[in-house]
């Protein structure tokens, strides 16, 4: 059962666009939702986390969306850089994130120059 | 560098045999969690350690075992390795008290090829 479904699989975006990754969950029990970012080589890095009692999070070119009432949170990238090619994952968790995380299958970005 | 170390890096071995992952966490960390990333099944959460007892398990097969240790490094143990297995492995820790901020910090991980 997967609890957590992230979607596009992939994604290609011209540099200076707007990406956006987007997730949505089943267990309402879930109440800390943090982005992932990988790095070819190396382990997943938090990027930015939100918690439901707030429908938006920005850090720098970061910004997550959250709708509990549709279960759903997403991920934009404003000024998409070369530099934010990576795979993303979004997660979720309970116990306010000192549970482990169920994570989505991730996406693949690409920002082409 | 997210503190976390995992060893072997890199292992090579055959269909049936027995292997250790090695995973020290951040220096103050108590929870260890044990994820298997495949490129069809993305991160997949195995098991959870906090303070050397188990926490949380989940898609843990029946033939791998984990353990924290006292000095919190943990092992995750792979037998009867199948070709199914060959995975990356991670490791990560957190401070994993309930006042915690939830992140986790992962290590490079371990890449098990099984021939």
């Known amino acids: 059962q997967q609890q957590v479904k992230q979607s596009p699989q992939s994604l290609i975006v011209q540099k200076g666009g707007i990406s956006i990754i987007n997730c949505a969950y089943e267990?309402?029990?879930?109440?800390?939702f943090p982005w992932y970012q990988q790095f070819p080589g190396k382990g997943p890095a938090l990027l930015i986390a939100?918690?439901?009692?707030?429908s938006e999070k920005k850090e720098g070119r970061f910004t997550i969306s959250f709708n509990k009432s549709a279960k759903q949170f997403s991920l934009h990238i404003m000024d998409s850089q070369p530099g934010d090619s990576a795979t993303y994952f979004c997660?979720?968790?309970?116990?306010?994130?000192?549970?482990?995380?169920?994570f989505g299958k991730g996406t693949h970005l690409i920002i082409q120059p | 560098d997210s503190g976390v170390t995992q060893t072997p890096k890199h292992l090579i071995t055959a269909t049936g045999q027995r292997v250790t992952l090695r995973c020290s966490p951040r220096?103050?960390?108590?929870?260890v969690y044990w994820y298997q990333q495949s490129l069809d099944q993305g991160l997949q959460f195995l098991i959870q350690?906090?303070?050397?007892?188990?926490?949380a398990k989940g898609n843990i097969l029946e033939r791998f075992s984990a353990q924290q240790f006292p000095d919190l490094h943990s092992e995750l143990n792979l037998s009867s390795l199948e070709l199914g297995d060959s995975a990356l492995y991670f490791c990560?820790?957190?401070?994993?008290?309930?006042?915690?901020?939830?992140?986790?910090?992962f290590g490079e991980g371990s890449r098990l090829t099984v021939l």
């Open positions: 990560a820790s957190s401070v994993g008290t309930s006042g915690a901020t939830g992140e986790l910090f």
């Open positions: 350690y906090y303070n050397g007892e188990e926490r």
């Open positions: 997660a979720a968790s309970t116990g306010g994130g000192a549970d482990g995380l169920t």
């Open positions: 267990n309402t029990a879930f109440d800390y």
């Open positions: 939100i918690r439901p009692d707030v």
């Open positions: 220096s103050g960390d108590l929870s």
